[in-house]
């Protein structure tokens, strides 16, 4: 009887920690800190390390909600270190429209959203 609530035990705790290793494979290996500007419509993606990002794409002066950030806000991960695109989730009104992707050294983004402009708009990095 001992040894059945040991294996039991065993195969308990190895599950568990195979849920946790699998819960902790979701998260982000990297996370971006700061702000990138477009140089021409002064708009601008602010990422925090906490894994949110506010945008104002074409508005340097946008609305602010009661946090003083951008009334647009979204969440972001990358799969890996190399990712370069990472996966985004928006405000369903603004789910699918664009899409962010980073220069190799990600002191500039790139936005494709072709409501805005046929090709991407660059965001230069501003400030950690």
């Known amino acids: 009887m ?10 308990l705790v190895s599950t ?6 699998g819960c902790a494979s ?3 290996p990297e996370r971006i800190s700061g702000k990138y500007v ?9 990422f925090r390390k906490d894994g949110n990002f506010y ?3 074409l508005n340097p002066a946008p609305p ?11 969440t972001y991960y ?4 190399e990712d370069l695109t990472p996966y985004i989730s928006v405000r369903s009104a603004h789910a699918g429209r664009f899409a962010l992707r ?3 050294l990600k002191d500039r983004v790139y936005l494709k959203h072709e409501a805005l402009s046929p090709s991407e708009l660059e965001y230069e990095r501003v400030q950690n």
């Open 55 to 57: 945008y104002s794409f």
């Open 16 to 21: 568990v920690a195979l849920i946790l290793q």
């Open 64 to 74: 602010l909600g009661s946090d003083g950030h951008p009334q647009n806000m979204g």
């Open 2 to 11: 001992r040894l059945k609530h040991n294996l039991f035990g065993l195969m």
């Open 102 to 104: 980073f220069s190799p």
């Open 38 to 46: 477009n140089k021409d419509t002064l708009g601008y993606i602010e």
């Open 78 to 81: 990358f799969r890996s270190a």
């Open 26 to 28: 979701l998260q982000s």
